[in-house]
C-alpha cells in the first residue's frame, strides 16, 4: 500500500481460481474490502488478467535532444479500432529474478539496438487497474543517438520492431497531436517536458 491510503481501504482474498489458461492467464478472485463510509462489502467477483510486471525505457541523447520512439504490430490496438501500429518506448515484461533496471537495458539492445548507460526512475504506475495485475517500472534512459534507428526486434518473439530517433521537440508534438496513444509513452514524454532541463544539466 501506498502512503495515501484512505481509513478502511482494506481487501481481503476469498479463494481464487483459474478462468483460463493459454498464452495468457486469467484468474477470477474472490474478494470482500472495506467501505468507504465504513464496514465491509459484500463478496464480488472479478477477473483478473495476470500477463507479469512490465518495465520500459524512453531513449533520450541531452546532448542532441533527441529521444529515440519504436513502432511495431499491436493486437489490441488493432482490435480497440485504433492504428494497429502504435508508436512507443522500448518495454519488455522482467524475467525471473531479473530487475527492471536490468530489463530496460537488456530490451533496449534487443528491440532498437540501443546501449543505456544511466537511468532515471520516473514512475511505477499500473496500467489497467481495473482487469489486469501488470504494473509497469517506467525510466528515462541515457542513450547515444548518434547512429541509431532502423529494424529490429527477436524473430523468436515474432517481432519487427521500427526504430526511429526525433527531435525531442517533434516527439512531444507527436503527443499533443494524438500521434502517441500508447499510455505508457504519453506518460514518459510529458515527464521529460517537465524535467529536461533538469535531465539535461544532470546528465552534460
Not at 11 to 38: D, T
Not at 163 to 168: D, E, H, I
Not at 197 to 202: A, G, N, P, T
Amino acid at each position: 500500500m501506498n502512503q495515501s491510503e484512505l481509513p478502511n481501504e482494506t481487501v481481503e482474498v476469498v479463494r481464487k481460481e483459474v478462468a483460463f489458461q493459454g498464452y495468457f492467464k486469467v484468474i477470477r478472485y474472490f474478494f470482500r474490502h472495506g467501505l468507504h463510509q465504513g464496514g465491509q462489502s459484500k463478496v464480488i467477483s472479478r477477473e483478473v488478467f495476470e500477463r507479469g510486471q512490465a518495465g520500459a525505457v524512453l531513449p533520450y541523447d541531452p546532448k542532441r535532444d533527441e529521444v529515440v520512439l519504436i513502432r511495431q504490430f499491436r493486437a489490441g490496438a488493432f482490435v480497440a479500432g485504433h492504428h494497429p501500429f502504435t508508436w512507443e518506448t522500448v518495454a519488455g515484461m522482467l524475467e525471473d529474478g531479473e530487475t527492471a533496471e536490468a530489463m530496460v537495458r537488456r530490451e533496449a539492445v534487443e528491440e532498437a539496438d540501443l546501449a543505456i548507460t544511466d537511468v532515471w526512475p520516473i514512475q511505477n504506475m499500473m496500467l489497467t487497474p481495473g482487469a489486469c495485475s501488470e504494473a509497469c517500472r517506467l525510466f528515462l534512459g541515457r542513450a547515444d543517438t548518434t547512429n541509431a534507428g532502423g529494424i529490429f526486434g527477436l524473430e523468436t518473439e515474432d517481432e519487427n520492431i521500427f526504430v526511429k530517433v526525433l527531435p525531442f521537440s517533434e516527439a512531444l508534438a507527436m503527443v499533443e497531436r494524438n500521434e502517441v496513444d500508447n499510455a505508457v509513452s504519453v506518460v514518459a514524454l510529458l515527464w521529460l517536458a517537465l524535467h529536461r532541463e533538469e535531465v539535461r544539466e544532470r546528465w552534460s
